[in-house]
């Protein structure tokens, strides 16, 4: 049984631990499954351990602790080429001497692939990634896109079964890096490739991911597809991490039960909640709101929801949505957004109001 499960697993990461100094984890107790072909992002603020943890799997870095398994086998004492891992890192860089060409040709003469198949396979790479004049210059002569765009199908062009790619499109502008993020996700489906990618860029995860890992201090904080990630985030560090989020701080007054809990706010103000990671009362807790679950149209919102009385502090019109600003139990940057419809109100700076929602989008977190 434990053969099949682990076979299933076709990257995984089990109990790995790394320091590069000897005593502070950078990593710590990382446990990770993928299945084939998953789309995996590693989603953290800078210094999480994004990197080394690719580094690790690229075999750049050991393990100081744990095992890192492909396709059911160690891979801790196999050296980085003999992974057959396609990589895009940042500082990976094309070899400046080379053509595009001949940069695409060297994985495939590694390998041993003879000269007729390497040039189909090139071929077939540049057209993937729409380069295919560009077979004779050299990175130089390319933009910068290009550049990546070529980093990409070298990593391809011996038909991996894993990718790694540490922010490759950091230095590309918005559209550039919005067409290059949705060819990069249908490459990687097209081609059944496994694939580990590293950002900082929340929304960049959360459009091309099956599943999103949030790191944070060298832990996986919440491992869950994107609109799990989003709508039920696990503690506080990820509902502030992902996403536009309100907070009001409280205490836990009352549990009904595993789904909802009485929370007193700071200012006296009791309201329902979910209880995520809180247990019992008189624990401090954070409540956690997202800005499109606020409704202050008191037609929308169920009988016997709490209100809360807010005051309005700034009303932006966005075109497409409303932004509110308010100040609610003491929190004066309590954002609302709503969608611009013929019906919806318009407020104005100094109005007061109440707000209410549904007590499962208000979720008790961690203080
Ligand atoms: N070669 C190294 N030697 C010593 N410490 C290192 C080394 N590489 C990384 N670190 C440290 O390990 C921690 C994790 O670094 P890592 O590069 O994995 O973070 P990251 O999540 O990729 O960050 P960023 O988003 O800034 O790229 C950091 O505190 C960093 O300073
Ligand atoms: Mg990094």
Known sequence: MAETQTKDAFVKFDRVQKSYDGETLVVKD????????????????????????????????????GEILLDGRPINNIPPHKRGIGMVFQNYALFPHMTVAENLSFPLEVRGIGKSEREEKIKRALDMVQ?????????AQLSGGQQQRIALSRALVFEPELVLMDEPLGALD???????????TRLAHELGITTVY??????????MSDRVAVFDDGRIQQLAPPDVLYEEPQNSFVAQFIGENNTLEGVVKEMKGSDLCVVQL??????????VNVSKAGERTRVSIRPERVEFNKERLQPGAHLLKAEVLEFIYMGDIFRTRLRVAGNEDFVVKTRNAPDQVRLTPGQQIEIGWLPGDCRALDA
């Open 30 to 65: 990382l446990n990770l499954s993928m299945p084939k072909g998953e789309f995996l992002t590693m989603l953290g603020p800078s210094g999480s351990g994004k990197t080394t943890c690719l580094m690790m799997l690229a075999g750049f870095e050991t393990a100081t602790h």
């Open 198 to 207: 590293v950002t900082h860029d929340q929304t960049e995860a959360l459009t």
């Open 266 to 275: 700071d200012d006296g103000e009791l309201i329902d909640a979910k209880p």
């Open 131 to 139: 380069m295919g004049q560009f077979g004779g210059r050299r990175p």
């Open 174 to 184: 918005k559209q550039l890096r919005e067409h290059m993020q949705f060819e990069i």
